[in-house]
């Protein structure tokens, strides 16, 4: 009798003060002990090849900025619609990329985050408490970059954080911080959490983070 190996695909690069190389491989090691035979690339040309990534059954991207190309954003969409998850943290999936759709398939983008680095309070979503990658967990601290974001009405919302009124906004603003989404057969998870290695230090940051790659994979 044979044994399933599961595989995952590490995407990485971009804007080097995301840290890419360094913060995707502090997951590798759990991708290992999960079960999964684990790839990097540091050339998006990887998405050209549909049926390459569709052979994975998780799509890790950390990738800031950059261009994608209608192929690379074409392949990488099918694969995810044809049950290949997709999951990754802060401006790695959502500051990448301003090209041919993108961002239907993440359901949100990054657009600004006040300056430097600032305590405030990431809270669960009470009505998807039994959900897997926030079940068990409670509200927690960060001291980190908070993502102003745009998101679309397909996603789960798992976890929000609050901005405060200030000279431009007359009322606090509830803004999604963590969500999930279908896209076809497959699943995607969004974290905006993980501008530094530290953020990760935070226990429920990390365990989010982990479950959310679980979560996707097919």
């Known amino acids: 009798m044979t044994t399933h190996t599961r595989r995952a695909l590490v995407v990485r690069g971009g804007w080097d003060g995301h840290q890419p190389v360094t913060i995707s491989d502090m997951f590798v090691p759990f991708l290992k002990e999960q079960g999964f ?8 040309a990887v998405y050209e090849d549909a049926e ?3 052979a994975n059954d ?4 950390c990738w800031t900025m950059g261009t994608l ?5 074409a392949g990488l969409a099918a694969a ?17 990329f301003l090209d041919h759709g993108y961002h239907l398939l993440t359901g949100g983008r990054f657009v ?12 669960l979503a009470p009505e998807h408490a039994e959900h897997p990658v926030i079940a068990g967990l409670t509200d927690f601290d960060v001291h980190t ?16 954080t609050t901005f405060p009124p200030d000279e ?15 896209w076809g057969a497959g699943r995607v998870f969004v974290s905006t959490i993980g501008h530094k290695p530290d953020d990760f230090d935070v226990p429920q940051v990390r365990t989010l983070t982990e479950r959310g790659l679980l979560w996707a994979s097919r």
């Open 145 to 160: 970059e908070q993502y102003w974001v745009l998101t679309d009405p397909y996603i789960d919302v798992l976890a929000t």
């Open 168 to 182: 431009l906004r007359d009322r606090p603003a509830v803004m999604p911080a963590v969500w999930t989404r279908t």
């Open 69 to 73: 190309t209608r192929e690379q954003s």
């Open 58 to 61: 998780i799509v890790v991207q």
């Open 112 to 123: 600004m985050h006040p300056p430097g680095f600032h305590d405030h309070t990431v809270t």
């Open 80 to 96: 995810v619609a044809a049950g290949t998850g997709l999951a990754g943290w802060h401006g790695g999936i959502v500051d990448s």
């Open 37 to 44: 035979a684990v790839e990097t690339s540091e050339d998006l």
């Open 52 to 54: 390459r990534v569709a």
